[in-house]
């Protein structure tokens, strides 16, 4: 008798019973003997107080590997945190007046609840915030140790500064010049930062990625690109006259194009070199030429898209190469105190920053490079610098070589002439970590009048955040606290003050991983370590895993971490976005998709009746409503439900287009999945019969195991649906032949249950128990599909009359030729256009085709 599944009820019960079982806690080494371990790890979420549905697709695709990987055999650690700190839980204070700690986990025990309703396998015993002092006071003692180590250190450095708010701002946090919250202008200022040596893993970092083959591609290259290495020259171009103090070797320079050194016709120097500070101590035209760039920002992305601004300082410097020529030497906006010295020569006609500069200033524009089969009589360059491939020309010695043995050739001269020599140079630049606010990890030194900076103990960590803070001034309350910055040296015992700075919030997120692994035992964290699944989002890419993989080989190299090729993360997968429409009102108001119903072709605001606009379909975001919140599809439609549709609809690495049709598609699924189950027996063996039917419906349920095994292995979990859906249309065909396939069908449902667990687990476990068979389908081993049900013997052929598709036969591979063409003759479909004529011949091509030639 057919049955109706009732998700709220039974999603529920099951979760409630995995929880009492403790079925997801990992166990420890000991534990689990010979079996190998899996380590899946999704990138923990910032609590910002709802889940929505690109958080469900991301953790669900965790979910599939992980629970694939327990049915199969291995101890899994699966396990769940919180990113913690951060601005917007002091944003959140500033505006409805509670304190950052209070939101944070106000916003961590919403999220957990909803969290818990996906059915999520994870291991809930391993749970901490990065605001946990627990936690931040163990990041302490990283610092530490890293400062002991020599991978700490401190230095002034540039930074985004808001005024209004009194706090240094990242890149990213400047909009057109502004800082994002208050809209002041950002200035450039100079403060003393602490900084972690990332750069002096700058090779190493750039070698062991190109090894990750679990990695995407792009991701590889988007870490190398970063990392930048380079090859190219050091040099000194020399003054033609007296040199300013302190410069009697001239102006040093790095360039990745020596090939063009001909084509050299300015030097440029950053704002912030010193040659510039020196200078505009003499020049006030020079000091508001320095402030007006420091209006900019500090990113690379800010200074490329801004006006090319120069000043001409007056000096000369002599070309290396030719004794008859001199070069202006200019501060340029444009060029970074940060990368190389600071210093470049502008070789107007092969790079367009410097051509764009060139024709501003009247410079020279002398073309080095020719193009193929151009003419150089006649090639020059405009406004549009050409940067192709070529030979050298109007180069003197150089004249006629490749840029590459052009590059050899003039670095040797120029090492010959004592003025440098070829180098390697990383964009890369060392992480300041350093930020002026009240919600992060206190920096765990003491600032001493007498003794300099000194380390907190190690017995004294954590050091706590105070309780009691104002946020109503700018800037960072630790800062003006009464008590808590006041504190007696370690060392001498006279009064000092703490840092005041909290560190980056990726520095949280850096190390994480490891701490999952085991609070302090390091032979747990060995054993777990490296993550053998890491899934996230493609916007990481960079920053964060970058930071991660330096943060690993910092805690192998202080004995924190067994980890030789300091590789975190072995196999990274990057999942697509989960898209939404947008809705806006009459009035240009962002809707959410509940506030907006459909009538034809057109969509009504629902609380006005007035007319809304369709927008573009988008990611889903807050800021323009078009988020769906999980609790209302679990609400509806079941946690399962949810999970299958953002598995299904989209290879995963692709963005999936969120659609009330096709949610409503997923749960009409789940319905004919449960009847599947419907009249089976309960806890009675049968064996599959030996029939035609029974065997070809066995072959039906281990080809899908074997396919739906491997999809989730390639993570092609869009591929291994489809699979699920056929195999469950054959079982639900194979109901019209009664008893004669009984124990295939029982088998196919008995493994179907198992493979649909990765995917909605609460609606397996239900299958499961309709089966009568015991436990949990969550702990059941995988199905193991035998390999002679796999293969063929049997193939279907396309049966044609004059070319023309009229059917098809299935037949044993070992078929007479002579029978093939009798069996697809007899073909109802085939008789009715052959019969009354005259067959003149019958093509067979094996395996494939019959065509029945007639007249």
Not at 251 to 265: K, Q, V, W
Request: glycine share 8%.
């Amino acid at each position: 008798m057919a049955t109706r599944y009732d998700p709220q009820i039974a999603e529920q019960k099951w979760r409630a019973a995995w929880d009492k079982a403790a079925l997801f806690t990992a166990k420890s080494p000991a534990e689990a003997g010979d079996a190998p371990k899996a380590y899946v790890l999704e990138m923990f979420p910032y609590p910002s107080g709802r889940l929505h549905m690109g958080h469900v697709r991301n953790y669900a695709m965790g979910d599939v590997v992980a629970r694939h990987k327990r049915a199969k055999g291995y101890n899994v650690l699966h396990p769940m945190g919180w990113d913690a700190f951060g601005m917007p839980a002091e944003n959140a204070a500033m505006e409805r007046n509670v304190h950052p700690g209070e939101w944070t986990y106000q916003n961590i025990a919403a999220m957990k609840a909803q969290f818990m309703k996906l059915g999520l396998s994870l291991d809930w015993s391993r749970e901490f915030a990065t605001c946990d002092p627990e936690y931040y006071g163990a990041q302490q003692g990283l610092f530490l140790k890293f400062l002991e180590k020599g991978l700490v250190y401190r230095k002034a450095s540039k930074v985004n500064w808001d005024p209004v708010d009194n706090t240094v701002l990242a890149n990213e946090q400047v909009i057109d010049g502004r800082g994002w919250r208050s809209g002041a202008l950002v200035e450039q200022r100079e403060l003393t930062q602490w900084f972690f040596r990332i750069t002096d893993y700058a090779e190493d970092l750039l070698e062991e990625v190109k090894k990750l083959e679990r990695w995407p591609e792009k991701v590889r290259t988007m870490q190398a690109n970063w990392i930048g290495r380079s090859e190219g020259l050091q040099m000194r171009f020399e003054f033609d006259s007296a040199a300013p103090a302190g410069f009697d070797d001239g102006i040093e320079i790095f360039t990745t194009r020596p090939d063009t050194l001909f084509g050299a016709s300015f030097i440029a120097l950053s704002p912030d070199h010193p040659l510039t500070i020196q200078l505009a101590d003499r020049s006030d035209e020079l000091k508001a030429f320095r402030a007006k760039c420091a209006q900019i920002g500090t990113s690379e992305e800010a200074i490329e898209k801004a006006e090319k601004l120069g000043f001409d300082t007056g000096l000369t410097v002599k070309h290396p190469f030719d004794d008859t020529k001199t070069l202006p030497v200019w501060i340029a906006n444009f060029v970074l105190m940060g990368y190389g010295t600071g210093a470049i020569f502008g070789c107007p006609a092969h790079d367009q920053r410097d051509i764009d500069f060139a024709r501003k200033y009247d410079l020279n524009v002398t073309p080095v490079v020719l193009p193929p089969d151009a003419d150089p009589a006649v090639f020059d360059v405009e406004s549009e610098a050409y940067t192709g491939p070529g030979s050298i020309f109007n180069s003197g010695f150089l004249d006629g070589l490749s840029i590459e043995d052009a590059k050899r050739a003039a670095i040797e001269r120029i090492e010959a002439m004592g003025l440098g020599e070829g180098t390697v140079n990383y964009r890369l630049r060392d992480w300041g970590v350093s930020r002026q606010r009240y919600w992060g990890c206190p920096i765990p030194v003491v600032h001493c009048d007498s003794c300099g900076v000194v380390p907190v103990p190690e017995a004294d960590l954590p050091v706590k955040l105070p309780d009691e803070v104002s946020f109503d001034q700018p800037g960072n309350p630790l800062e003006r606290h009464p008590t808590w910055k006041h504190v007696d040296c370690p060392s001498c015992g006279k009064a000092a003050r703490r840092e005041t700075d909290t560190l980056d919030t990726f520095v949280d997120s850096s190390w994480y991983y490891s701490r999952f692994a085991s609070t302090n035992d390091l032979e747990e964290r060995a054993y777990w370590m490296p993550v053998d699944q890491y899934v996230g989002g493609v916007e990481h890419a960079v920053l964060h895993l970058l930071y991660a993989r330096f943060i690993a080989r910092a805690m192998r190299d202080v004995g924190l971490l067994d980890l030789p090729n300091g590789e975190p993360f072995a196999g990274l997968f990057t999942q697509g976005m989960v898209t939404h429409e947008t809705y806006k009102s009459s009035a240009g108001k962002w809707l959410q998709p509940s506030e907006v119903t459909r009538d034809g072709d057109t969509w009504i605001e629902t609380a006005t009746g007035a007319v809304a606009t369709a927008g573009p379909i988008e990611k889903m975001s807050k800021s323009k409503k078009n988020t769906v919140d999980p609790d209302a599809i679990i609400g509806q439609f079941g946690a399962d439900v949810a999970r299958w549709f953002v598995l299904s609809d989209s290879p995963p690495e692709r963005d999936v287009e969120w659609t009330q049709s096709g949610v409503e598609g997923a749960a009409r699924f789940a319905q004919r999945f449960w009847s599947v189950f419907d009249g089976l027996p309960v806890n009675t063996e049968i064996a599959p019969g030996d029939d035609a039917e029974s065997t070809g419906l066995r072959k039906t349920s281990h080809k899908a195991v074997a396919a739906i095994d491997k999809a989730i292995e390639e993570f092609r979990f869009n591929s291994a649906v489809a699979t699920i859906h056929e195999w469950v249309s054959a079982l639900k065909k194979a109901e019209s032949a009664g008893d004669a396939v009984l124990g295939a069908r029982v088998e196919g449902a008995s493994m179907l249950a198992r493979c649909v667990t990765p995917f909605m687990p609460h609606l397996a476990e239900a299958c499961w128990e309709r089966l009568g068979q015991p436990a949990f389908v969550s702990s059941a081993p995988w199905p193991v599909a035998d390999s002679a049900l796999l293969v063929d013997d049997e193939v279907t052929m396309a049966v044609q009359v004059n070319g023309k598709r009229r059917g098809e036969i299935t037949v044993p591979k070992s078929m007479e030729k002579s029978d093939i063409e009798a069996t697809a003759s007899a073909l109802p479909e085939v008789v009715n256009f052959i019969e009354g004529k005259s067959v003149k011949k019958i093509i067979v091509v094996p395996g494939r085709i019959v065509n029945i030639v007639v007249a």
